[in-house]
């Protein structure tokens, strides 16, 4: 089978490329490999750590603290419709990678909001980690929450609170800029986004895990956040979601007080604006992305993923180059809310046209971002082979 991106309706992709996926992990590996490690020995804990910033982060710490990991993720594997998902297969490589660099690589395959997998997680820390972990990183994004007190299904809606307000974005399968608008939120379209996206769900997991005694002294856990400037407030800061990272960010108080008998800590990074496949869907959000990564690539502050994740770790999670903002939360954002970068990304978002776009932003750079998270269009992945479905398949998590 030769697999080739097609896009569908909503502008997902049908297939991931599973050879052009672990291209994709092995890239981020290599940079990993590339530096010095900046921990000792760590056991890690990564919820939604299939992709994004929480893939990144699982190798982040594989490779620059040498840790065992365990992932927690949702992905379908193969079935008669479809390979699988991306994160599918980045769970695969990247166990495949970090066994034959001697480290312990699980994965979880379910839904991280039940007590089920909790209690799952917690019996392989007993048994695979000598029963601690240092870390957990919190990195989920999902758009339904089944609540494992009351069994009721939650779903985030991507609404305004203060009214209905203009949103255009970029139609990524249709490569136009398209008139969108945010409706106003309800409370209840507010109550439902933090069940989903809040910290209700983290809390649980901390305080599961520290019942269970399996927190090491020192243990630290963070969730990732995003803030914003004045190109995404509309969505970010003025949206649903924006509601959700404030109620996150009330939880990492919370936890951090009720680890501190560990002398552990917690605490909400606020990590830059990449494409990944919860990001490249929220309304105006590629239109800043592709503006910003032009002026960020211009100044030379560009960051893809896994660079991101290896500052935030290395300087300010173990590191003593910490930059906290006033409620707490630690920026590796810091060079995106860079003044000048804004005004800068600003000005490009304020001239970009349906014509003129692919010339004035780095849509060519988004784009490939996009085509990449699937395992398209990767350097040194020869797209007109057969796949080998059969021995694939074989394959698990
Ligand atoms: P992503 O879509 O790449 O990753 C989401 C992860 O959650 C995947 O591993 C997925 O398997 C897992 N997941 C979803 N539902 C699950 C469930 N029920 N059970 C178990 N696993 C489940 O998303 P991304 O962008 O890496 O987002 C992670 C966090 O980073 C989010 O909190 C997001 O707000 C935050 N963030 C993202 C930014 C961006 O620009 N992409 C910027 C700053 C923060
Ligand atoms: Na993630």
């Known amino acids: 089978m030769i697999v080739k991106p097609e896009i569908m309706r909503g502008g997902l992709v049908k297939n991931p490329h599973p050879i052009g996926c672990k291209a994709v992990v092995e890239k981020q590996i290599n940079y990993m490999k590339s530096l010095p490690k900046f921990s000792n020995k760590k056991r890690a804990l990564i919820i ?23 992932s927690v993720s949702f992905e379908p594997g193969v079935n008669d419709k479809r390979l699988g998902s991306a994160g599918w297969w980045n769970n695969i490589w990247f166990k495949e990678q970090a066994e034959k660099d001697g ?19 917690i019996d392989m820390i007993k048994k695979e980690f000598d029963g601690k972990i240092d870390i957990l990183i919190y990195s989920l994004a999902s758009p339904r929450r089944t609540d494992p007190k009351t069994g009721i299904t939650h779903s985030s809606v991507l609404k305004s609170t203060v009214g209905e307000i203009a949103a255009p974005t970029l139609d990524l399968n249709k490569q136009i800029i398209v008139d969108g608008k945010m409706m106003a ?8 986004t933090i069940k989903v996206m809040g910290g209700e769900d983290w809390q649980l997991w901390i305080e599961s895990l520290k019942e269970a005694g399996v927190l090491a002294d020192g243990f630290k856990t963070t969730a990732y956040s995003y803030d914003g400037a004045d190109g995404t407030d509309a969505i ?31 605490f909400v990074t606020v990590a830059k604006a ?12 590629p239109l800043y992305g592709c503006a910003l990564f032009k002026v960020m690539k211009e100044l030379g502050t560009h960051e893809n993923t896994i660079e991101q994740i ?5 300087d300010m999670l173990y ?24 005004i800068l990304t600003n000005a490009i978002m304020s001239k970009m046209t349906s014509e003129n776009f ?9 784009y490939q971002d996009f085509l990449e998270l699937n395992g398209f269009n990767v350097a040194g992945v020869n797209y007109d082979a057969s796949i080998d479905i059969d021995t694939l398949k074989s394959k698990q998590p």
Do not use: C, W
């Open 185 to 192: 939120a309800t409370k209840h379209d507010i109550d439902e």
């Open 310 to 314: 290896d500052r935030f770790m290395r």
């Open 319 to 342: 590191g003593n180059k910490r930059i906290t903002d006033e409620v707490g939360r630690v920026r590796p954002d810091n060079l995106e809310m860079d003044d000048n970068t804004q």
């Open 274 to 285: 990449l494409v990944t496949k919860a990001s490249a869907f929220i309304p105006l959000f």
């Open 236 to 266: 970010y800061k003025k949206g649903t979601i924006g509601a959700a990272k404030r109620h996150l960010e009330k939880t990492a108080l919370t936890l951090n007080n009720e680890l501190h008998d560990l002398q552990g800590e917690a």
């Open 103 to 121: 480290l312990i690589a699980k994965n979880i395959i379910g839904d991280a909001f039940s007590d089920e997998v909790r209690q799952q997680t």
């Open 48 to 70: 939604g750590g299939s992709s994004g910033y929480g893939l990144a982060s699982r190798i982040a710490l594989a490779y620059g603290a040498d840790a065992d990991t365990i």
């Open 358 to 366: 692919k010339e004035i932003s780095d849509f060519a750079g988004f």
